[in-house]
C-alpha cells in the first residue's frame, strides 16, 4: 500500500517537474527569441547609415543650400512626426512591384529599348526614411549621394483621418505618380534609373485640420532633366547590351537589372 503511494508520489514529483522545465524551456525560448528580433532592428537601422558620407563640412558639396542629411531647417514640418512604417520585406516589394509593373506597361506601349527593372537601394530608402521623419513641406534640395550624381525623388502626402490599408495608401500614392506629363511620372519612368529606395513616416497635427497623415517618398539614382526622352525603337528591351544585360524574363518589356552601376 505504502509502496504504491510512494510510487504515485514519484510519477506525479516527475510530471510536475517536466512541466517546470517545458516551461522554463518556453519562457527562455521567448526571451531568446526578442533578443534577436531586437538585434535584427537594430542591426537593419545600423546598415541604413554606416559607410554613408555627405560631406557636412565641404560648402561645394551642394550647388544650392545645405544637404539633407547634414542641415534640415531649410524644410518647414508640416506635422509632428510620430513613426516610420517598418522597412519590411512585404513593403520594399509592394514598392518595387508598382514601380516595375508600371514601367513594363509604359516601355510597352512607348517602344523603350533599354529600360530596367528597378532594385532596391539601401542608401536611397535612408535618405527617404530621413525626409519622412520631417513632414516634410516641399522637396529637398541636395540630396545627392558618392555613388549617384544626381538623385531623383518623387513624394506625397496622404490623409490618415480614416483608417486606411497599405494597399490603398500605396495605390493612391502610385495613381497621383502615374499622371501622363507630370515631374513625379516622367521620374518614375526615366529609363536611366536603376535604383530607388522608399520610406513612409506618419505624422500627426498635419494641415487643413488633419489629425493624422502619412508622407511617401521614394529617391531614385537618377533625376529627370528636362528635355530627356525615353529612348525609343521598333521594339522594347531591343539594347540592353547598353547595360551588358538582357531582356527581363518576369517584365518583358525591361532589361534585367544586373545591379551594376554605370
Known amino acids: 500500500m505504502y509502496v504504491l503511494l510512494l510510487h504515485k508520489e514519484i510519477i506525479s514529483l516527475r510530471r510536475l517537474s517536466k512541466s517546470v522545465f517545458g516551461r522554463f524551456?518556453?519562457?527562455?525560448?521567448?526571451?531568446l527569441l526578442k533578443f534577436i528580433i531586437l538585434y535584427l532592428v537594430v542591426l537593419d537601422s545600423y546598415s541604413y547609415t554606416v559607410a554613408y558620407n555627405y560631406f557636412c563640412g565641404n560648402d561645394d558639396w551642394c550647388e544650392k543650400g545645405k544637404h539633407i542629411m547634414c542641415d534640415t531647417s531649410a524644410i518647414e514640418n508640416l506635422g509632428k512626426f510620430k513613426r516610420h512604417m517598418p522597412?519590411?520585406?512585404?513593403?520594399?516589394?509592394?514598392?518595387?512591384?508598382?514601380?516595375?509593373?508600371?514601367r513594363n506597361e509604359v516601355a510597352g506601349q512607348v517602344k523603350a529599348t533599354r529600360m530596367r527593372n528597378l532594385i532596391w537601394d539601401s542608401e536611397l530608402a535612408y535618405l527617404a526614411r530621413t525626409y519622412t521623419g520631417?513632414?516634410?513641406?516641399?522637396?529637398?534640395?541636395?540630396?545627392?549621394?558618392?555613388?549617384?550624381?544626381?538623385?531623383?525623388?518623387?513624394?506625397?502626402?496622404?490623409?490618415?483621418l480614416n483608417r486606411?490599408?497599405?494597399?490603398?495608401?500605396?495605390?493612391?500614392?502610385?495613381?497621383?505618380?502615374?499622371?501622363?506629363?507630370?515631374?513625379?511620372?516622367?521620374v518614375l519612368t526615366l529609363d536611366q534609373a536603376s535604383r530607388v529606395?522608399?520610406?513612409?513616416?506618419?505624422?500627426?497635427?498635419?494641415?487643413?485640420?488633419k489629425?493624422?497623415?502619412?508622407?511617401?517618398?521614394?529617391y531614385y539614382d537618377m533625376d529627370y532633366k528636362?528635355?530627356?526622352?525615353?529612348?525609343?525603337?521598333?521594339?522594347a528591351a531591343s539594347k540592353c547590351n547598353v547595360w551588358d544585360s538582357v531582356q527581363d524574363e518576369k517584365y518583358t518589356n525591361l532589361c534585367r537589372n544586373t545591379g551594376k552601376i554605370f
Open 25 to 31: 524551456v518556453i519562457i527562455s525560448m521567448c526571451i
Open 211 to 218: 489629425n493624422h497623415c502619412y508622407f511617401i517618398s521614394c
Open 87 to 102: 522597412s519590411t520585406f512585404k513593403i520594399r516589394y509592394m514598392f518595387l512591384e508598382l514601380h516595375n509593373q508600371h
Open 164 to 186: 486606411i490599408s497599405l494597399d490603398t495608401l500605396m495605390t493612391t500614392t502610385f495613381n497621383k505618380w502615374k499622371k501622363d506629363d507630370s515631374t513625379f511620372y516622367k
Open 226 to 235: 528636362e528635355g530627356v526622352e525615353i529612348n525609343k525603337g521598333k521594339t
Open 197 to 209: 529606395g522608399c520610406a513612409i513616416g506618419y505624422c500627426v497635427d498635419c494641415p487643413e485640420g
Open 134 to 160: 520631417l513632414c516634410p513641406s516641399k522637396p529637398s534640395q541636395c540630396h545627392k549621394t558618392a555613388r549617384f550624381e544626381k538623385v531623383g525623388l518623387n513624394s506625397a502626402m496622404q490623409d490618415g
